[in-house]
């Protein structure tokens, strides 16, 4: 069980502030700290945000691990505090000890703070044993929890100020975020276990799969799991002849694009650029079309990136983080999904897969002006509910998606149809004649 929060900070556990408005109310003094608090009850979060704000933080929130992750993809933060319970009835903090697993998996110099119910000292040992920096104990005081997250995060400066490890670090207020290959898929987990064993070994790897679906990404994480991340990798596309000038000067990772549309003789003159001291990430649509001796340079391992379509509810978790960093990009409110559109993103399979999808939500999070996207918004409107397209002209399976969305829009709008047209971007008689064609 979760254990209520008390927020009965007196004045004087209260941090100092740095200023007064000329309104009398405390001022928050503006540290360049980011904090990322993770947890599912609201009470909390919000009684939180004020807390760090009045200390000079920002706080961003996160209701459980799928937003966290998401928004750990977006920017870096400073110190992490996770709860260790998100399931209702749920207090065995394995959910939380899995989510630290992977953030630290993910970002070895991640700082984590772990909250604990107070007898929940078994749970904050296994924290720390699995890579947390400190824990804190409910109910706690603010002032204790801030002061203890503020020094969590000088001994993470420190630290990155030392001489570098096997994995170094920058700085965390220059580095970029690491980088995070979202999806909660069997397929997913999978692939980030096998860049967590490849990566910091010296083979030669081939990331293949469709177009889009993420192969520079995990050539990336690749890259970041490596003894040479703290470098940047040299790339080099194959196709462009002036950019095999790059490889002579390649230092690290080397992250190749498309060695298998090289013919024969090209792959023989690509083996005898390849610097020998060079980590080779490679690039391809398959590992077949490579010769014996490039393959076995290029390709001990093959890691393949599954298709977004083979990848269950990731498109969903994917559309929700797309949103998410094009509504931070475009200084737009946080959009939600609407059932149909929801429906409609679990049934389509994208042309361009992950960068299909993120350039559909990106148009609906622009164009949308109520803070939703209803799948009329999805939809290119050579698609969308078009009585001529065909699934092999689009990929979209009009007859489950659009039962589907059909289905998603009449339950979301309580059975009015006139609203559930409107949603679907479809006349009323033009959904009565669907229904009647679905038997709905
Ligand atoms: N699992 C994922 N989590 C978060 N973002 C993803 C994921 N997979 C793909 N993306 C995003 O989708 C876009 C396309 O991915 P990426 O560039 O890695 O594809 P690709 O397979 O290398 O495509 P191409 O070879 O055609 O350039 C990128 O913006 C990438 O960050």
Redesign the pocket.
């Given at each position: 069980m979760k254990q209520p929060f008390t927020s009965g900070a007196r004045a004087s556990d209260r941090p100092a502030v740095d200023a007064v408005s000329a309104n009398g109310r405390p001022q928050a003094a503006s540290s360049d700290r980011a904090i990322l608090l993770i947890d599912d009850n609201p009470s909390v979060t919000q009684a939180l945000a004020i807390a760090f704000r009045m200390a000079g933080h920002a706080l961003d929130t996160a209701a459980g691990p799928e937003e966290a992750f998401s928004r750990l993809?977006l920017r870096r933060y400073d110190a992490i505090l996770l709860d260790m319970n998100f399931t209702a009835g749920e207090a065995s903090g394995e959910e939380g000890l899995a989510c630290l697993r992977r953030i630290v998996a993910e970002d070895a110099g991640a700082r984590v703070l772990v909250i604990t119910a107070h007898s929940g000292i078994r749970i904050a040992v296994a924290a720390m044993q699995a890579g947390a920096c400190d824990f804190v104990m409910k109910p706690w005081r603010n002032a204790e929890l801030i002061a203890k997250v503020e020094a969590a995060i000088a001994r993470g400066a420190a630290a990155a100020s030392m001489p570098a490890g096997p994995v170094p670090r920058a700085p965390a207020a220059i580095a970029a975020p690491p980088v995070?290959?979202?999806?909660d898929s069997a397929a997913?987990q999978a692939l980030r276990d096998l860049v967590r064993r490849v990566g910091p070994t010296a083979a030669g790897v081939t990331v293949t799969?469709r177009?889009?679906?993420?192969?520079?990404?995990?050539a990336q994480a690749i890259h970041a799991a490596s003894p040479h991340a703290q470098g940047e990798p040299t790339r080099v596309d194959l196709r462009d002849p002036a950019a095999w000038d790059r490889l002579d000067q390649a230092r690290g990772t080397l992250i190749l694009r498309h060695p298998d549309r090289l013919d024969a003789v090209a792959q023989a003159r690509l083996l005898d650029r390849i610097p020998a001291t060079a980590r080779c990430i490679a690039?391809a649509d398959g590992s077949a079309a490579l010769s014996p001796a490039l393959r076995r340079r290029l390709a001990t391992v093959e890691v393949a990136?599954p298709p977004l379509d083979g990848r269950g509810d990731d498109a969903l978790l994917?559309a929700r983080?797309f949103a998410r960093d094009a509504a931070a990009r475009f200084g737009r409110q946080e959009v939600r999904l609407s059932m149909a559109a929801e429906a409609l993103l679990a049934t389509t399979v994208w042309p361009d897969e992950?960068?299909g999808l993120?350039l559909a939500i990106e148009r609906a999070v622009l164009l949308s002006t109520d803070g939703r996207i209803d799948a009329a918004a999805l939809a290119p409107p050579s698609v969308a509910l078009a009585p001529t397209a065909t699934a092999t002209e689009t990929g979209f399976d009009l007859s489950d998606a659009e039962r589907a969305m059909i289905e998603a829009a009449l339950r979301e709008h309580r059975h009015n149809v006139t609203h559930a047209a409107t949603a679907l971007g479809l006349s009323r008689g033009a959904l009565y004649r669907r229904m009647a064609r679905y038997g709905l």
């Open positions: 993809a995070r290959l979202l999806g997913m799969g177009p889009g679906s993420g192969r520079m990404l995990t690039i990136v994917l983080h992950v960068r993120a």
